[in-house]
């Protein structure tokens, strides 16, 4: 009874946000609908003890990245950057390639270390411009978006700074380079199947005569066409952002070292020392300085164009990051209260049974991801619970643990963006679309990187490459 408790839980919340309806509002009573199917007395203190802490804590780690990551995605706009970047890209590379356009400039951010939160708000403008002049349906944008920056980049390619593949290292000793000739192959497959289906998407909506789209919601401003600023000059913030985040992650631990304690003696007005855990934070401040420089670039070369309408464009890019973050910590929440029902660790210990120590590991991941509807969240309660089981098969059968660090962040990636997902919420609310348009492009995507996790083990046990 208690899995089908949890299971429940998670269909109401899925049949929710695909029907429209605010995560904010259902996450919290898909989460205690089932904590009261399976203790009532423990409704209240678990909303406020579990649920609000996960949520609270989401948002005061994540929603400056939110923010700064929106007011970055709409100076691009306001500036002209955008549209520039559009005209130089039809130009040297061709309407017909739109797709493969986005793909890269989103694996360009992500494989740089920008949240995939953050690429959503920065290269929207960007695929709003380009998915409009080449007349192709806006509601194909979010399959590509989801490609270029929830896949490959996210956990397959080795080096990656994303969250997804820095997790392992901590249990497996392992390093952010693991298994470098799976993680590439693994990288190909997804680009070279995921570009062919959003291809064949493409040809058969536009052989229908189904065009960019009208009355459509959250479009960017257009930007007049003379004038535009060189497609250099435009696509350097973009680069600026990546390497400036590259380099900020390895000199602020020089800077303030492990932790960092602020003392009465150097401000008067607080009672106690305050202490940081610098390391925890290394990739948010990093990501947060990034954006920061970005902003102030686009800001100075392109004044301008952007004083008329900054006031009104901040306004609109802070009510998306109010909307966006809120939305995910809401959908966090839920995770952390699901995770603690009994129903959950019957799904836990079921998938423990599975025999073959790789597929064990890509299936328990990628159902708990999918279950919680978080790669990061599902990777590290599974290996919280089941890494040294992991570990001991993978030795027992002479897999290396750099191969099995290399399949569980992929398959963290795996069935994690299913309807309920923070990052698919957060797209399709930046895009102005909605589940019913374009999911299913987006769940397509979601197959592709599940059935890549298990192409990557076959390779291995036909070749032995690591």
């Known amino acids: 009874m ?3 408790i949890v299971l429940a839980a998670l269909a109401f919340l899925m049949l929710a946000a695909y029907r429209g309806y ?31 802490e996960k949520m609270v804590g989401f948002v005061k780690l994540y929603f400056p990245v939110f923010l700064l990551g929106a007011v970055f995605g709409k100076v691009i706009e306001l500036s002209g950057y955008s549209e520039a970047i559009v005209h130089a890209a039809i130009r040297y590379i061709g309407r017909s390639r739109a797709n493969a356009v986005i793909v890269a400039v989103c ?57 997804q593949n820095i997790i392992p290292t901590t249990f497996f000793k392992t390093t952010a380079w693991a298994a470098p000739a799976l993680g590439i192959i693994g990288s190909l497959f997804i680009i070279v199947v995921g570009l062919a289906y959003l291809e064949w998407r493409r040809r058969s909506a536009m052989a229908k005569g189904e065009g960019y789209g009208t009355s459509l919601v959250n479009e960017p401003d257009r930007v007049k066409t003379d004038h535009l600023p060189n497609p250099l000059l435009a696509i350097t913030p973009l680069v600026l952002v990546g390497v400036s985040n590259f380099f900020l992650t390895r000199w ?50 392109a004044f301008s164009r952007v004083k008329e309408h900054f006031a009104t464009g901040t306004k609109a890019a802070v009510a998306g990051a109010l ?30 049974s ?68 923070g990052a698919v919420i957060t797209l399709l609310a930046v895009t102005g679309l909605t589940h019913r348009e374009s999911y299913r492009d987006i769940f397509a995507v979601t197959v592709i990187k599940t059935m890549a996790v298990f192409f990557v083990i076959a390779v291995y046990y036909a070749t032995g490459v690591v």
């Open 2 to 4: 208690s899995f089908v």
């Open 22 to 52: 605010s995560v904010i509002l259902f996450a919290p009573v898909a989460a205690l609908g089932a904590v009261l199917l399976t203790d009532p007395s423990a409704v209240a203190p678990v909303f406020s003890g579990i649920f609000m």
């Open 107 to 163: 694996a360009l951010l992500t494989y740089g270390g920008v949240s995939l939160f953050v690429v959503v708000f920065a290269v929207y403008p960007f695929a709003a411009e380009l998915y409009r002049q080449s007349d192709i349906p806006k509601r194909l944008m979010p399959g590509a978006i989801a490609l270029g920056a929830f896949s490959f980049t996210m956990d397959s390619l080795p080096g990656t700074p994303q969250i």
């Open 252 to 301: 602020i631990p020089g800077w303030y070292g492990d932790t960092y304690t602020i003392t009465p003696d150097m401000l008067p007005g607080i009672h106690a020392p305050v202490t940081t855990t610098v390391k925890q934070l290394v990739g948010i401040w990093s990501v947060e300085g990034a954006l920061l420089l970005g902003i102030a670039f686009v800001v100075i070369t």
């Open 323 to 352: 909307l966006a973050s809120l939305n995910t910590a809401s959908e966090y929440g839920f995770g952390g209260v699901i995770a603690a029902l009994p129903g959950f660790l019957v799904v836990s210990d079921a998938l423990k």
């Open 354 to 421: 599975i025999p073959n120590p790789l597929v064990n590991a890509a299936v328990s991941v990628s159902s708990l991801a999918g279950i919680t509807g978080s790669a990061s969240g599902g990777m590290s309660i599974a290996l919280a619970a089941m890494s040294d089981l992991f570990i001991k098969s993978a030795q027992a059968a002479n897999i290396p643990l750099d191969v099995l660090h290399r399949v569980v962040a992929m398959a963290s990636g795996g069935m994690d963006t299913l309807p309920h997902n």
